[in-house]
């Protein structure tokens, strides 16, 4: 094998292994489109919820840990327009790497609204290891379904 071809299976390896650490890009209308990794999301302040909720194999209950999604559409700087609780007139899509997307309401997240704890999280049920992808997790669903994996973008509009 030459010198060269080496040193280019070499890259590529390495930009592989680079593109699978989990990182989500927040975008759509805020102030300050950003991208989150996972370094990020564990320097700043994580939140513990406890979810259960159906799949097509029965009842689940985890333990995730994570960061709260509204703290991270704050830092993103959501751009609210004028008029009445502009706040929640946003919609929040979320998308995993596979395509999926689901839709949470600002009022279901903001503080003097359902206030949820919805978070992105990291880690499940202590586990010592990191998810190999962030989660969406929605306490109080009643099913599973917004439970977005790989989670790879939010947009709020």
């Known amino acids: 094998m030459k010198l060269s071809a ?3 299976s070499i890259f590529l390896y390495h930009a592989a292994l ?3 650490v989990p ?3 927040f975008d759509g209308a805020v102030a300050h489109p950003q991208t989150f990794t996972l370094a ?3 320097a700043m302040t994580a939140r513990q919820v406890d979810a259960t909720f159906g799949t097509m194999h029965g009842q689940e209950h985890h333990v995730w840990t994570g ?3 509204l703290d991270l559409i704050g830092k993103a700087g959501p751009k609210d ?3 009445k609780n502009p706040a929640l007139r946003h919609v929040v899509l979320v998308r995993g790497k596979d395509g999926y997307v689901v839709a949470v309401a600002d009022g279901e997240i903001d503080p003097m609204a359902e206030n949820k704890p919805v978070i992105l999280a990291y880690r499940r ?3 010592a290891g990191d998810l190999a992808g962030l ?7 009643q099913h599973g379904a917004r439970q977005v994996h790989d989670v790879v973008e939010v947009d709020v509009r």
């Open 81 to 83: 327009e004028g008029g």
């Open 135 to 141: 989660r969406l997790v929605i306490p109080g669903d």
């Open 23 to 25: 990182a989500v890009r």
């Open 18 to 20: 680079a593109a699978e």
């Open 67 to 69: 960061v709260l999604l």
């Open 125 to 127: 049920d202590g586990d």
């Open 40 to 42: 990020d999301l564990k």
């Open 6 to 8: 080496l040193f280019a």
